[in-house]
T-cell receptor, first 112, second 113 residues
Framework: GDSVTQMEGPVTLSEEAFLTINCTYTATGYPSLFWYVQYPGEGLQLLLKATKADDKGSNKGFEATYRKETTSFHLEKGSVQVSDSAVYFCARKNTGGFKTIFGAGTRLFVKA | DAGVIQSPRHEVTEMGQEVTLRCKPISGHNSLFWYRQTMMRGLELLIYFNNNVPIDDSGMPEDRFSAKMPNASFSTLKIQPSEPRDSAVYFC???????????FGPGTRLTVT
């Protein structure tokens, strides 16, 4: 079935470090792909998305490129801030229907 | 614009009691999702509706859980009777027609003692 696998956390970085959070998805069709972010005590919110191969989603300095050949959608940011500390979820639309399949989430801690 | 509204934000109840969680989706959105989040199991989809009709309830843990969407602007998730293992944060999310982006509410933190 449809699934999303993302790297386990927690990931701990110093401020201004480079961030990569790996995400791969099952290659059923050409699903829309998403990254959501959850700040402490809040619901998930959409960070960025890509709807077709080679698309690059970007927002707030974060980027992810839809790689069909490697079925990946890795999240990157060139210089993280303390305020980026949160849990990041990779997700894909399921095949058929309206559901979104979420990864397990990766917790990011950024130290000042 | 108001986002997804959930109430209550916190609920503490005793085992065996009935619990009702409420959700008001974003106006104009036609899909609504109920999720449960725990440390052990992560984010789980319980049920989702499209145009007020339940489409997939395969994630509902057992018969103690039920959900309704009587109209486009309101949904409830009921647990009867509640058990300590139901303690979690419950999220409601909505999605507009033709889009797969989901907009989450702030969640209801449920504690069953």
């Amino acid at each position: 079935g449809d699934s999303v696998t993302q790297m386990e956390g927690p990931v701990t970085l110093s401020e201004e470090a480079f961030l990569t959070i790996n995400c791969t998805y099952t290659a059923t069709g050409y699903p829309s792909l998403f990254w959501y972010v959850q700040y402490p005590g809040e619901g998930l919110q959409l960070l960025l998305k890509a709807t077709k191969a080679d698309d690059k989603g970007s927002n707030k300095g974060f980027e992810a490129t839809y790689r069909k050949e490697t079925t990946s959608f890795h999240l990157e940011k060139g210089s993280v801030q303390v305020s980026d500390s949160a849990v990041y979820f990779c997700a894909r639309k399921n095949t058929g229907g309206f559901k979104t399949i979420f990864g397990a989430g990766t917790r990011l801690f950024v130290k000042a | 614009d108001a986002g997804v509204i959930q109430s209550p934000r916190h609920e503490v109840t005793e085992m065996g009691q009935e619990v009702t969680l409420r959700c008001k989706p974003i106006s104009g959105h036609n899909s609504l999702f109920w999720y449960r989040q725990t440390m052990m199991r992560g984010l789980e989809l319980l049920i989702y509706f499209n145009n007020n009709v339940p489409i997939d309830d395969s994630g509902m843990p057992e018969d103690r859980f039920s959900a309704k969407m009587p109209n486009a602007s309101f949904s409830t998730l009921k647990i009867q009777p509640s058990e300590p293992r139901d303690s979690a944060v419950y999220f409601c999310a909505s999605s507009p027609q033709g889009s797969y982006e989901q907009y989450f509410g702030p969640g209801t933190r449920l504690t069953v003692t």
